[in-house]
């Protein structure tokens, strides 16, 4: 009977020295609101095996403001402190915590902690320092109101550029040397259609006239668009914007646009070759025309 009770007191006494023991602790029940409190968790015979718990900074429920979260763990020893304040007034419990020892599963006791509102309606507050004034120098200035100043001065410089633009930019736009421009790459895309070439005589008159109708309506500022082919000479001649040499073309290649159209006539590659020429040379000079006919106004 001696025997097995020895056997027994020396068997529980190795079981308490090789298992795991899991300690925790909360430094104050009750705090103010804001005050720091601390809990300690603290594992004991761990013999090589890893702990496993939340991450720093989530243990604890949401309602504790977390200030500093650390652990210290080596071969035997785990050690975890937390230190923690409360903002709300109330009683808030620290669940039981679980901690993974290898493969069991300890839980910490639940704690209750308290915080109180210690200030009172009466209390004074008063200022650790009092105030005093301090000079603000230029570069002071610079640096509280720098970038109020880049942005009024970046919104300035947009309303700059867009009065210029709406100012300047659409003249440019439809100033007689844009209006020459265009109307030259649009004769040199009608060429590079190879209508001459191929004899296509319908074809490139069609768009030959089109384009120099749209050309004399917006440079010279006359009917070419609407107006039938003789009307359109007739105006012209008794207009005087359009200098005798172009006045020529227009009357040439436009009577034989209207012969090619309804079939009288078959004009040969040289032929339309020299219209294409004559039309190229008509814009070019167009501007000379504006020159001469805004010197005659101001006469």
């Known amino acids: 009977m001696i025997k ?3 056997f027994f007191f020396i068997f529980f006494i190795g079981i308490c020295t090789f298992s795991q023991t899991l300690l925790s602790r909360v430094e104050k029940n009750t705090v103010a609101l804001g005050e ?10 761990l013999l090589g095996k890893p702990v496993i718990s ?4 989530k243990l604890l429920p949401f309602h504790f403001e977390i200030i500093k979260d650390s652990i210290f763990n080596k071969q035997d020893t785990y050690e975890r402190t937390i230190e923690f304040a409360i903002f709300q007034e109330g009683k808030f419990t620290i669940p039981a915590l679980e901690f993974k020892i290898g493969n ?4 910490t006791i639940p704690y209750e902690v308290e915080a109180v509102n210690t200030a009172k309606k009466e209390d004074k507050i008063n200022d650790i320092m009092s105030n005093k004034e301090v000079t603000l120098g230029l570069r ?3 640096q509280l109101y720098k970038w109020w100043l880049l942005i009024g001065i970046a919104v300035l410089g947009i309303i700059f550029l867009i009065f210029v633009f709406l100012r300047y930019g659409r003249k440019i736009k439809n100033s007689p040397q844009s209006k020459t421009n265009h109307a030259v790459k649009s004769l040199q895309l009608l060429k590079n259609k190879k209508y001459i070439e191929s004899g296509n005589h319908r074809a490139f008159y069609v768009e030959l006239i089109e384009i120099m109708r749209n050309f004399l309506s917006q440079q010279y500022r006359i009917p070419a668009d609407v107006l039938l ?3 359109l000479i007739a105006y012209i001649k008794q207009n005087h914007s359009v200098s ?8 040439d290649v436009f009577l034989r646009g209207d012969l090619v159209k309804f079939a009288k006539i078959f004009p040969s590659k040289e032929m339309m070759e020299n219209d294409w020429t004559s039309c ?3 814009v070019k000079d167009s501007i000379k025309d504006i020159e001469f006919e805004n010197l005659r106004k101001d006469v």
Request: proline share 5%; aromatic share 6%.
């Open 4 to 6: 097995k009770t020895i």
């Open 36 to 45: 720091p409190n601390v809990m300690q968790i603290k594992i004991n015979n």
């Open 54 to 57: 939340a991450p720093k900074n």
């Open 104 to 107: 069991t599963i300890q839980k």
């Open 140 to 142: 002071d200035y610079w």
């Open 229 to 231: 082919t003789d009307d």
């Open 244 to 251: 005798q040499q172009n006045e020529a073309i227009v009357e």
């Open 280 to 282: 190229i040379n008509l």
